[in-house]
Nanobody, 126 residues
């Protein structure tokens, strides 16, 4: 499956952005999807994930209540609505996919994901 992330940009503190990840090549509904991010000088970290099928979700504590992940099976996209953005949200955001049968607690495990998009830059100014 090929993944194409988009929607990043520059926004002020408190603002919003909506990231989108378009998937192609295989049956989208068979894949659990996730967003990870990597800030300069830091390791890549989990942001949010959504299971295949029923679509239960998981969020990093740092984004709970501010970010919402969703998927549109008809459009083969997964989106990340980011509200109340903070400077510490500044990073390159990557979407990822896996056909493994993940449970919600394992959505955050980076090594379980087999496919990665190219990343989109999100910059939050203070």
């Amino acid at each position: 499956v090929q993944l194409q992330a988009s929607g990043g940009g520059l926004v002020q503190t408190g603002g919003s952005l909506r990231l989108s990840c378009a998937a192609s090549g295989r049956t989208f509904s068979d894949y659990s999807m996730a967003w990870f991010r990597q800030a300069p000088g830091k390791e890549r970290e989990f942001v949010s994930g959504i299971r295949r099928g029923g679509g239960s979700t998981k969020y990093a504590d740092s984004v709970k209540g501010r970010f919402t992940i969703s998927r549109d099976t008809a459009k083969n996209t997964v989106e990340l609505q980011m509200n109340s953005l903070k400077p510490e949200d500044t990073a390159v955001y990557y979407c990822a996919a896996t056909s493994r049968g993940l449970i919600s607690s394992t959505l955050s495990v980076e090594n379980f994901y087999d496919y990665w998009g190219q990343g989109t830059q999100v910059t939050v100014s203070s």
